[in-house]
């Protein structure tokens, strides 16, 4: 009498092959997601940084109104508090600078600076750059 081999599953040398390949697969893969990563969150911080320097433009315009310059007011209690709950961000420090001290010039924001975790940002009134540090000569906010 034959007796039926019912041989079912892999072998051996199938399954080192699917696992050989899945490492090549998580070696090629593992490094260009770490990049995303790493760009996603500088993406962020300038994110942070355009929403700080928004909710602070506002705030000067608030001034405007007023008729105080901004040095002024971010002396009044409340300014720099109204400037943050309103961006809604983590900031270690936040400095602007306005282009000079009469006419709309006094209320506009020339440079600017954002730095947390380690990361630093300078506006150079166009756009956002990283930078290796920035020494504040301007109206620190936080």
Same mark, same amino acid.
């Given at each position: ?106 209320? /506009?924001?020339? !440079?600017? %600076?954002? $730095? +947390?975790?380690?990361?630093? @940002? &300078?506006?150079?009134? /166009?756009?956002? !750059?990283? %930078?290796? $540090? +920035?020494?504040?000569?301007? @109206? &620190?906010?936080?």
């Amino acid at each position: 009498m034959k007796k039926k081999m019912n041989n079912k599953g892999f072998t051996l040398v199938e399954l080192i092959v699917v696992l050989v390949i899945l490492a090549i697969l998580a070696a090629i893969l593992v490094p260009a997601l770490l990049g995303y990563i790493d760009r996603a969150k500088k993406q962020q911080y300038v994110l942070n940084a355009k929403s700080l320097l928004t909710a602070t433009q506002a705030e000067f315009s608030s001034f405007y109104g007023q008729d105080k310059k901004p040095a002024d007011g971010l002396a009044e209690t409340g300014a720099t508090a109204r400037i943050l709950s309103t961006a809604d961000v983590d900031v270690t420090n936040f400095s602007v600078k306005v282009k000079g001290d009469s006419g709309h010039d006094a209320w /506009t924001v020339s !440079e600017a %600076a954002y $730095s +947390y975790n380690g990361v630093v @940002l &300078v506006f150079n009134g /166009t756009a956002w !750059e990283e %930078a290796d $540090s +920035y020494t504040p000569k301007a @109206l &620190v906010i936080k």
